[in-house]
């Protein structure tokens, strides 16, 4: 396996994790003179194989907890810097009941608050806003985002990691089986062949992979849980302009159109655990656990002339991408970025969306550099919040975010 680091096995910062998060903060890091000698470390460097490869690509910059839309509103300007793969072609939230319009005129309210381009539409206003495949059954106001966006997550992650090779960091293929920590100090990290590489500090951007690398390294649990999500793309057609894309709430059913194919997802089961991760940031697709939820969305939600109407019947329809993808869940619906309690040198970047990845990054980056005027963001997202906390306990926690994910407990 060709690998890009070179021959000395020391060095300031190690990175491990190369998915959009590892990407962006070690292209982030780089940016200054005096960043010294920075690895980044993947099982694949020329392809993304991590949660962030099947990720669905929506950037919905509002949510209840402020900290979460000041990451999102920074990710997006930093995705900016790549128009080929980011747009902001807008996203909107549909409701079909009181409650429902309800909860929307709420959260339109509160993301004016927030500064962000929010508008109330009535059934005949969305018209020329709403996608042609959204059943006009489905809703009866929309709350539309002017300002969101959707990416490719892929080609997100491999432009940042190319901003950060442009900038000196080297990169190495391997497998990374564990930390080297001795008397509460990290010293680097041990990957197959039990090569060791030195790292005065390291960052663990492990994503799902996170609390199986320190669980025998670390006194205390890291609740990073993964968990299985179904996400179905139709068959390949003409690319198309980029339209906003949709979430319906009070049904736990997002879609939209990707430009050359249309998909659909749903978080209207129960929470899946995923006990031990493969190398991939997805499980095998299995037919009994995903295809009623995703059917059960297709009638409820989708125009019956629309292509993505075709998905009533997974089991029989041809040439769909059926993806289990996995992500991680924490105990309150929010990333853990910092310091790890009881290890001095290392940092945590784990937990954390495409929408929020670069934010996250950036923000990581300040606090490392010792920069103030991030002090409550830090301490929202400190992992040490969950030091005192069980295995079991943060689990069941983490678990019960799952359907409502666009909400952290804070805000509930």
């Not at 005096?34 to 690895?39: A, E, H, Y």
């Not at 920074?74 to 939230?93: H, K, M, Q, T, V």
């Not at 980056?365 to 997202?381: F, Y």
Request: include cysteine.
């Amino acid at each position: 396996m060709n690998t890009y680091a070179s021959d000395s096995d020391s060095y300031d910062t190690v990175i491990v994790g190369a998915g959009i998060v590892g990407s962006a903060l070690a292209a982030f890091l780089s940016e200054d003179e005096d960043s010294g000698r920075i690895l980044l470390i993947d099982r694949s460097i020329s392809q993304v194989f991590g949660s962030t490869a099947y990720a669905p690509g929506f950037l919905g910059q509002f949510n209840e907890s402020p900290v979460l839309t000041r990451l999102a509103i920074e990710s997006l300007g930093e995705y900016e810097n790549f128009p080929d793969i980011f747009c902001r072609a807008g996203g909107l939230e549909l409701a079909r009941t009181k409650d429902g319009v309800r909860m929307l005129e709420e959260r339109c309210e509160k993301a004016r608050g927030a500064g962000l381009r929010a508008t109330m539409l009535e059934k005949e206003e969305a018209e020329g806003v709403v996608p042609g495949f959204v059943s006009r059954e489905s809703f009866t106001r929309a709350l539309y985002f002017a300002t969101d966006g959707v990416a490719d997550p892929e080609k997100l992650c491999l432009a940042f990691r190319q901003k950060a090779r442009e900038r000196g960091v080297q990169m190495l293929e391997a497998e990374v089986e564990g930390l080297e920590i001795i008397e509460g100090v990290v010293r680097g990290v041990r990957t197959d062949g039990d090569r060791i590489l030195k790292g005065q500090r390291v960052i663990l951007a492990t994503g799902i992979w996170t609390s199986l690398l320190t669980q025998s390294a670390l006194d205390i649990h890291v609740p990073v849980v993964p968990v299985a999500h179904p996400y179905v793309y139709t068959p390949g057609k003409d690319r198309s302009p980029q339209t906003p894309f949709c979430r319906w709430p009070e049904d736990h059913v997002y879609a939209r159109d990707h430009g050359d194919c249309y998909g659909i997802g749903s978080y209207d089961h129960s929470p899946m655990l995923v006990h031990s991760p493969g190398t991939t940031g997805s499980e095998p697709w299995t037919n009994a656990d995903f295809a009623p939820v995703i059917e059960k969305a297709v009638k409820a939600k989708i125009a019956v002339d629309a292509e993505l109407s075709k998905l009533t019947d997974l089991n029989s329809s041809a040439g769909l991408k059926k993806v289990n993808g996995v992500f991680s869940v924490t105990p309150d619906n929010l990333p853990l970025l910092g310091r790890v309690p009881g290890a001095k040198g290392l940092w945590l970047a784990a937990a954390i969306w495409i929408t929020h990845a670069a934010g996250s990054a950036r923000l990581l980056a300040r606090v490392m550099r010792g920069r103030e005027g991030d002090g409550e963001m830090a301490r929202a997202l400190d992992p040490a919040r969950f030091a005192d906390g069980n295995k079991k306990g943060l689990e069941a926690l983490a678990l019960r975010q799952y359907n409502d994910i666009y909400r952290s407990e804070l805000a509930k």
